[in-house]
T-cell receptor, first 113, second 115 residues
């Protein structure tokens, strides 16, 4: 089975610090997508950042960036200058092809004031 | 320890028919959440249920969509009189409690295609 592994169930950092959430995945496909979603208490799933596997350049969205290492099947999320509003569950997802979406188990990120 | 089971994996319906999507939560989980992933869009929360109760249905369309989680059996997401725009992947997740820091475990989804 295709899997996505988030090895950090919970992380806590101080406001303004930089934090990195790890994600590794398994796939037999060459073309696929990777996503990081943020889930605040409202349970909405908010797309944070998306990476196409065929692109070598790491995706960046304001304070959020990824370190995508295709050979190692690693897709970590870096949050710079963390803010209190970043407190949420973060899910790493792998998608594309016939397998649909595969979710990691999530990392609960807490930003301390 | 089986994870969240969704069936069918793929469902094809003609316009006007009914679609029933099933979700069996992980053992010991009594909280179920449904999400919809529309093509080119992200995941949208639809509804949150606890056994026999709908806790939050703020993401459910007002018409044609309903959800239940009976005392016995899986949770069902029901779409009546389906239209082309209902074509999407529908994901179910479950958790042991409804606390926001409890991990949600996701199923593999059901891909609904409307002809």
């Amino acid at each position: 089975a295709q899997t996505v592994t988030q090895s950090q169930p919970e992380m806590s950092v101080q406001e303004a610090e930089t934090v990195t959430l790890s994600c590794t995945y398994d796939t037999s496909e060459n073309n696929y997508y990777l996503f990081w979603y943020k889930q605040p208490p409202s349970r909405q799933m908010i797309l944070v950042i998306r990476q196409e596997a065929y692109k070598q350049q790491n995706a960046t969205e304001n304070r959020f960036s990824v370190n995508f290492q295709k050979a190692a099947k690693s897709f970590s999320l870096k949050i710079s200058d963390s803010q209190l509003g970043d407190t949420a569950m973060y899910f790493c997802l792998r998608g594309g092809g016939a397998d649909g979406l595969t979710f990691g188990k999530g990392t609960h990120l807490i930003i301390q004031p | 320890n089986a994870g969240v089971m969704q069936n069918p994996r793929h469902l094809v319906r003609r316009r006007g028919q009914e679609a029933r999507l099933r979700c069996s939560p992980m053992k010991g989980h009594s909280h179920v959440y449904w999400y919809r992933q529309l093509p080119e869009e992200g995941l949208k929360f639809m509804v949150y249920l606890q056994k026999e109760n709908i806790i939050d249905e703020s993401g459910m369309p007002k018409e044609r969509f309903s959800a239940e989680f009976p005392k016995e059996g899986p949770s069902i997401l029901r779409i009546q009189q389906v239209v082309r725009g209902d074509s999407a992947a529908y994901f179910c997740a479950s958790s042991r409690t409804g606390l926001v820091n409890q991990p949600q475990h996701f199923g593999d989804g059901t891909r609904l295609s409307i002809l």
